[in-house]
Every structure is written in C-alpha cells, then in structure tokens.
C-alpha cells in the first residue's frame, strides 16, 4: 500500500482536529462577540455571520493545507524531507513516507462514521432540495407569471408571499395576499422579496445549513436562526430605501403576519429548502429596527486584512503546524 493511502487516516483526524479548533473558535465568538455582532448593520452582520458558519470548514481545510506543505515541499525537493529526523513510531503527515505507526481501529472506526454522518446529511438536504425544485417548476409552470418570469402569481386565497429557487430565484405571490394588501404595501412585499432573489439569499441559507453541522450543538442553530435575521433585515432595508418610509415597510411585516395568522398557514413546506418568506421571522425584532434611523455600514477592511493576516501567519508557521500535529497524533495513535 501506498504512503499517501496509509497516511490517509492520519490526514482525516489531522482535518477533524482542526475543524474542531474552528469548532470552538466559532463558539467563542458566539459567547464574547454576541453583542458586538448584534450592533452591526444587517448587511455587515451578515457577512461575518457567514463568516463565523464558515470557520469549522474554512479551519480544517486552511490548516489541514498548512500542515501539508512540509511533506508536499519534500515531495518536490528530497533534500527538504525532514521525516527521517523521527523516531519510528512517529506518525507521519507525509507523502512519501509510511506513517511510521498504526492508527487505532476504534480512531478508524470513528473517522468511518463522522464521513457517513456528514454525508447522510448532505444527502438528506440535497434529497429535500431536489423535491422542492420540482414542486416550483410545477408552480411555475402552471400560475400566472409576469413577463419577466420573476414574478409568479399563484390562484390561492392562502397569503403566500415568499421567493423560491436557488440559482434562478422567482418571487411567488398569491391573489389572496395581494388582495390583503394596499398598492404601496405590494410595492413593499415585492421589492422585500426581489431583494432576497437578488442576494441569492435560499441559496446561501442552504449553504449555512450544511457548515451548520459541524458546529458545536447549540453553535449551529443560533447561527441559522441569526443569518435569517440579517437577511430579512437586509432586505427590509432595501424596501424601506425603495419606499422612502420606513414605518410603511414596518406596517407591511405586521400586516402581513397578521393575514398569515389569521389563515392558520406558514410557509408551505414544499418550498421550505429553497424559499425565503416575508412575515415569518423574527418579526418583532425587524420592526424595531426600522423603527430607529439606519446603522451606517461599517468598513470591513480591518476585519478582511486581519483575515488575510491570520491565513498568512498559519503559512509563515507551517513547519510548526505541521510538527504540533504529528505530535499530537503520534500520542493519539498510541
């Protein structure tokens, strides 16, 4: 057997080790930064949101890279393969050498089932995708549409007012709401919903569903349940700079809630993994907002150059990174 394929394991729990480091890091910003998030503007808020669901991958994949290059730079140059400096029982991260002890079966059997729990849960949200496309095809094909196609009008008395699709986003309304509605609150409910087709907002709430599971529990849910928030707010924001009235866009949310409660229906399921729907989240919180002035956008320069950085600084130390995680797994593997 090859040394990339014995070393494969060694590789795997180097990757899982660091996910969980960015596993914890993203629940200490959960603690010490809630605040310090929450004072944010929508848009910024919702950027570093991402960002924070994105760490766990971001570090197993940024890390497991790091720690790499020793082994694919003595791949290259011979001169450079620093393995033989070892004892034999050090696990190697290597690409030419065999790892030079065995991993426990237990550790294996471990790495075998997290593989197959993250795969069983990327199936079952591809599985739930798939049947929602088809539902909106449908709907697309047989309701009214403008002659853009962007706007589908459903025969229903149900208020429906929500945007389905992930790489072409339609915004499906239903007489039944538009009916409930002035003109100036449509105006409002369809430029909220265009906002969302225009950020690809169904599309990235599926992408932060699946990082969601590889945070701590608790971790995940929050970040979910917070990006909603930001994305709605986002484009609360967008209705209310359209409409030149920010109490209008405010009124708008409640009544719509209202038309939705009294109906006894929700979002319909059908669409729940590839729509976004306006009225159903967080309402209180959304109208309070735009009961105050706008938060200035603040500049995320500072915060991308500190990225930049970090990354930079796990490349300068790679040869420590690399160390630090042979260690850790030569004690591991016995």
Same mark, same amino acid.
């Given at each position: 057997m090859s040394a990339v394929?014995?070393? /494969?394991? $060694? $590789? @795997? +729990?180097? @990757?899982? /080790? $660091?996910?969980l480091i960015g596993s914890l890091g993203a629940g200490a910003l959960r603690v010490f930064g809630r605040r310090a998030l929450a004072r944010l503007a929508p848009r910024a808020r919702y950027r570093a949101l991402f960002a924070v669901s994105a760490l766990p991958l971001? /570090? !197993? =994949?940024?890390l497991t890279a790091v720690a790499s290059l020793p082994s694919l730079t003595a791949l290259v140059d011979p001169s450079m393969d620093h393995c033989v400096s070892h004892g034999g029982e050090h @696990?190697? +991260?290597c690409f030419v050498h065999l790892p030079g002890t065995a991993m426990r079966g237990e550790l294996v059997g471990l790495i075998v089932a997290a593989v197959a729990y993250m795969v069983c849960r990327s199936a079952g949200a591809g599985l739930g995708v798939l049947r929602a496309s088809r539902v909106t095809r449908a709907l697309v094909r047989t309701?009214?549409?403008? #002659?853009?196609? @962007? *706007? =589908?009008v459903v025969e229903t008395a149900r208020p429906i007012c929500l945007t389905v699709g992930l790489m072409t986003p339609r915004v499906v309304v239903s007489r039944g709401l538009l009916a409930g509605l002035t003109p100036e609150e449509q105006a409002v409910a369809l430029t909220h919903e265009r906002a969302h087709a225009a950020r690809r907002d169904a599309l990235m709430r599926l992408v932060a569903r699946a990082t969601a599971a590889l945070h701590l529990p608790g971790v995940g849910g929050w970040l979910l349940r917070e990006l909603e928030v930001a994305a709605e707010q986002c484009c609360d924001e967008a209705a209310a700079a359209a409409a030149g009235d920010r109490l209008l866009v405010a009124s708008t949310i409640l009544k719509v809630e209202r038309l939705v409660r009294a109906s006894g229906t929700s979002e319909p399921a059908a669409f729940a993994d590839v729509s976004v729907a306006l009225g159903t989240?967080? =309402? #209180?919180r959304r109208v309070e907002a735009l009961l105050v002035a706008p938060r200035v956008e603040p500049s995320l320069r500072l915060a991308g150059a500190l990225t930049v950085a970090a990354l930079g600084a796990a *490349? !300068?130390?790679a040869e420590g990174v690399h160390h630090l995680a042979e260690s850790a797994l030569s004690r591991i593997a016995h």
């Amino acid at each position: 057997m090859s040394a990339v394929l014995q070393s /494969a394991p $060694f $590789f @795997a +729990l180097a @990757a899982a /080790a $660091f996910l969980l480091i960015g596993s914890l890091g993203a629940g200490a910003l959960r603690v010490f930064g809630r605040r310090a998030l929450a004072r944010l503007a929508p848009r910024a808020r919702y950027r570093a949101l991402f960002a924070v669901s994105a760490l766990p991958l971001g /570090a !197993a =994949v940024w890390l497991t890279a790091v720690a790499s290059l020793p082994s694919l730079t003595a791949l290259v140059d011979p001169s450079m393969d620093h393995c033989v400096s070892h004892g034999g029982e050090h @696990a190697h +991260l290597c690409f030419v050498h065999l790892p030079g002890t065995a991993m426990r079966g237990e550790l294996v059997g471990l790495i075998v089932a997290a593989v197959a729990y993250m795969v069983c849960r990327s199936a079952g949200a591809g599985l739930g995708v798939l049947r929602a496309s088809r539902v909106t095809r449908a709907l697309v094909r047989t309701s009214q549409r403008d #002659e853009s196609g @962007a *706007l =589908v009008v459903v025969e229903t008395a149900r208020p429906i007012c929500l945007t389905v699709g992930l790489m072409t986003p339609r915004v499906v309304v239903s007489r039944g709401l538009l009916a409930g509605l002035t003109p100036e609150e449509q105006a409002v409910a369809l430029t909220h919903e265009r906002a969302h087709a225009a950020r690809r907002d169904a599309l990235m709430r599926l992408v932060a569903r699946a990082t969601a599971a590889l945070h701590l529990p608790g971790v995940g849910g929050w970040l979910l349940r917070e990006l909603e928030v930001a994305a709605e707010q986002c484009c609360d924001e967008a209705a209310a700079a359209a409409a030149g009235d920010r109490l209008l866009v405010a009124s708008t949310i409640l009544k719509v809630e209202r038309l939705v409660r009294a109906s006894g229906t929700s979002e319909p399921a059908a669409f729940a993994d590839v729509s976004v729907a306006l009225g159903t989240c967080a =309402v #209180e919180r959304r109208v309070e907002a735009l009961l105050v002035a706008p938060r200035v956008e603040p500049s995320l320069r500072l915060a991308g150059a500190l990225t930049v950085a970090a990354l930079g600084a796990a *490349l !300068a130390c790679a040869e420590g990174v690399h160390h630090l995680a042979e260690s850790a797994l030569s004690r591991i593997a016995h």
